[in-house]
Every structure is written in structure tokens, then in C-alpha cells.
């Protein structure tokens, strides 16, 4: 049964470990005058103490400031999800508290896919497991998780009703005027849309220590993918909007075992795409662009002479569309992927995109309502598509870009991917 409820996501201006002391009254009147007017509240990633801890063992009193929370959402009957380290079985965890309408603790989720210099001081998580509230089943993941699709998968696959994310987005500035995340500004949405659940993060501004910027940029995004409240990039703002929980479950593929693949062509390659049949004397059309291969709409002899020297997979929107199929393949030793799809804008470009950084691979895509075929490189960047009389385009696929698996220092996808799976596995496995 679909049903409506009020949330609130709370960017705040971030602060330095130091300042803990100070933040905390500010915080918390401000969670007092928010709190009665929703059913959820959702805080950023380590609000308290901080996210950039440093290697000073934690010592700060988290547990009294979660009761104070809970006295909160007790009296205003409103559940709040609440970023926080602390200290764990004698392991510092990367938190999110979900505090229950009457007060009590309902759970806790831990981050799973830790992120750069966060793994100096933090233990990863070790479950993925959605949250019950009296509000509804909630599937919380802690900033990086939302760029592993397999963590939201598994949360959603387990019952989650909505995607509930304290985050820390960091920005490079490398526009001033435009905070650039591509959680922020694109796989929050995507999370939405192939889960088919409300998606809500709660992002911080300003900066830690001066070296640690954040995008702003927290936001509420519907079921079908549709922001419909986000924040600005710089300011401390409280999000709120009403979202529909208990639709429609998302449609999942069987599980997908593609043969493991092994050798990549080492040099780079130019190739040719088309949308359009390829003309007879496409191969003299090939020596005049330097191009190797060309691949087009169903033209199976072409693709299996480029899968020879590129591991390459076909796929078709039910591939695309779920979270974890296209994982199997990238494990396998996949680099690159051809969609033939109907989805049209903005999804077609969407989801190459996404699937293309988040698994590190080039996508190339077919897409029929626009008659169109294009690329997108592992940096999850168009690099060339063909419009109008333009019917054969061409890109450089380059097979440096898909062995940089690490996203950050220290931050491998591939590795992320694999503990992922094994914990799913174990999960699935353990007596309930």
C-alpha cells in the first residue's frame, strides 16, 4: 500500500573535530524546531563528532547526544537517522543511528565502502540490512555506499521502502561556481530510479579543517529518479518534501554468470559506431579515420570480431536497468558494454553514464527512440554520439582508463565490489 510521509533532510555547516562541543546545541535546537513538522529527519554523515577525526582515538560522548536525539524524536514522534563515529566492539565505525519515533534505537548501519583517508581511523561495515520504523522499512547507506549499486540493491531486495543516506559529498573545487559530486549530481538520482524508492541525503557545506570541502547540494529525490527538493551548494538549509513509500518492487534479473574473461588489448584502439546499418565500404571508411572496428545495431559479425580483442557484452534494458547485473560482468573481466535500449532521455544517458564510471568500463549505446548511437568513457563521460547526417562516430577506447580502478587513494571498486558480494552472500546464508 503506498503511503505519504513528511521528510526533512538538514544540511549543515560542517565543522572541525575541535568545535564538536560548540556544534552540538546548535545542532540540536535546530532539530527541536524541525522535528515536529516531519515523519523522518535525516542528519549528514559523522555530524557528530566530525569526518575527518584524525587518528586521536574517539573519546567524545556520542551516547549522550544520541539520547538527547532520542528524546526528541520521542516528543515530536518523528524518526531521525543521525550520521555519528563511535566507537563499536573496539572499532571506530563511519555510524548512522536511525532512532525510532518513540525514542528508542531501532538500528544502526555502518559504512560499508570506505572512502579515501576515512580508512585511516574507520572499520568497515559488515552487514547490509534495511532498518524497521514505524514509519516503514528504510534501507540506509552511508555516503560512498551509494557508489557500490549493489549496496541500494540488496537494501531494497531486503525490503527497503526508501534509500535514507547521511552523507559527507567532498568537492575537488575545481569550479568555484559549480560544487561538483557525482553523487550529488547524478547517481543519487539513478539510485532512485532503478530501485524504484524514494532516495533522501542529508549533505553537508563548508569545509573541515580547511582542506575538506563539501558540495552541498543534499536532496530528496521521488521513486521514478525526479529531484523534488535539493539545496544549494554553500549554506546551512533544511530540505523538506513529502514522499510516497510501498510501491511497485523494482523487476530484478536472475542472477548472471558470464564467463570469466581474460586479455585486453594493451595498446589504445579508435572505434566506429553507428546507429544506422554500416555501408559496404565501411572498411575503407574505417582506414581513413585510423579506426580498428566498428560496431553497429545488430550487426553480430562486427561485434564478435571486436569482442576477440576487447571482452565485450550485448545487453538489453533489463540487464541495464538492475543495479547488479552489469557488476557480474565487469568481476568477469568485461570492458565494455553495447545497450541497445528504449528508454529515450534522460535515461539513456543517465544510466551509461552511471554505469559506465561506477564500473569503470566504456558503454556503448544504441538508442532506438532516438535513432542515435553513442559512448561514454569510465569517467562516466559522453565522448562521442551521432546526430542527424553524422551516422558513423568514433571515440578512442583506451584500456588504461579500465584498469584505474581506484576512484580515490587508497579507494578500489573492484575490491569494494567483491566485499560487497561476499557480504550479501553471507547474509543471504545466516539463519534468520
Not at 184 to 189: F, T
Request: charged fraction near 25%; hydrophobic fraction near 45%.
Amino acid at each position: 500500500m503506498i503511503r505519504s510521509v513528511r521528510v526533512a533532510a538538514m544540511q549543515l555547516r560542517a565543522h572541525d573535530r575541535s568545535d564538536y562541543v560548540q556544534s552540538i546545541e546548535r545542532v540540536v535546537d535546530l532539530l527541536r524546531r524541525t522535528a515536529p513538522d516531519v515523519d523522518v529527519l535525516v542528519l549528514p554523515e559523522a555530524t557528530f563528532p566530525s569526518y575527518v577525526l584524525g587518528k586521536t582515538p574517539i573519546r567524545e560522548a556520542i551516547s549522550a547526544v544520541l539520547d538527547r536525539l532520542g528524546e526528541i524524536a520521542a516528543a515530536s514522534r518523528t524518526v531521525i537517522v543521525a550520521g555519528a563515529a563511535a566507537d563499536i566492539d573496539g572499532a571506530t565505525r563511519n555510524a548512522a543511528f536511525v532512532i525510532d519515533a518513540d525514542g528508542s534505537l531501532a538500528g544502526r548501519a555502518d559504512k560499508l565502502f570506505l572512502w579515501h583517508f576515512d580508512r585511516q581511523w574507520f572499520a568497515p561495515g559488515e552487514r547490509v540490512d534495511p532498518i524497521a520504523t514505524s514509519v516503514g522499512t528504510l534501507g540506509v547507506l552511508v555516503c560512498a555506499d551509494g557508489r557500490l549499486p549493489t549496496i541500494a540493491r540488496a537494501l531494497v531486495d531486503r525490503g527497503a521502502q526508501a534509500l535514507i543516506m547521511p552523507t559527507a559529498w567532498v568537492t575537488s573545487g575545481r569550479s568555484p561556481d559549480a560544487l561538483e559530486n557525482v553523487q550529488a549530481d547524478l547517481l543519487a538520482r539513478v539510485r532512485a530510479y532503478e530501485n524504484a524508492v524514494p532516495f533522501v541525503a542529508a549533505n553537508k557545506c563548508g569545509s573541515e579543517l580547511g582542506m575538506v570541502a563539501y558540495c552541498g547540494k543534499s536532496q530528496i529525490v521521488d521513486s521514478q529518479g525526479d529531484i523534488v527538493a535539493i539545496a544549494g551548494e554553500r549554506e546551512p538549509q533544511t530540505l523538506r518534501a513529502t514522499i510516497e513509500i510501498g510501491g511497485e518492487r523494482p523487476v530484478r534479473r536472475s542472477a548472471l554468470r558470464p564467463t570469466q574473461r581474460a586479455g585486453i588489448a594493451t595498446a589504445g584502439l579508435r572505434l566506429a559506431i553507428s546507429y544506422e546499418p554500416l555501408p559496404p565500404d565501411i572498411d575503407a571508411r574505417l582506414e581513413l579515420l585510423d579506426d580498428a572496428y566498428a560496431v553497429a545495431l545488430g550487426d553480430e559479425a562486427r561485434f564478435n570480431a571486436l569482442d576477440r580483442v576487447i571482452p565485450a557484452a550485448s545487453t538489453g534494458d533489463d540487464v541495464m536497468l538492475d543495479p547488479a547485473a552489469l557488476v557480474a560482468y565487469r568481476r568477469a573481466g568485461y570492458a565494455l558494454i553495447c545497450w541497445a535500449t528504449e528508454l529515450g532521455l534522460p535515461w539513456s544517458e543517465r544510466l551509461a553514464q552511471a554505469r559506465a564510471l561506477e564500473l569503470r568500463l566504456y558503454v556503448i549505446v544504441f538508442d532506438r527512440s532516438r535513432r542515435r548511437a553513442f559512448a561514454v568513457d569510465p569517467d562516466g563521460t559522453i565522448v562521442a554520439g551521432t546526430f542527424d547526417g553524422f551516422r558513423i562516430a568514433s571515440f578512442t577506447f583506451d584500456p588504461r582508463k579500465i584498469a584505474e580502478t581506484l576512484v580515490a587513494p587508497g579507494t578500489d571498486i573492484l575490491e569494494g565490489f567483491d566485499r560487497v558480494a561476499s557480504i550479501v552472500e553471507r547474509t543471504e546464508r545466516a539463519p534468520t
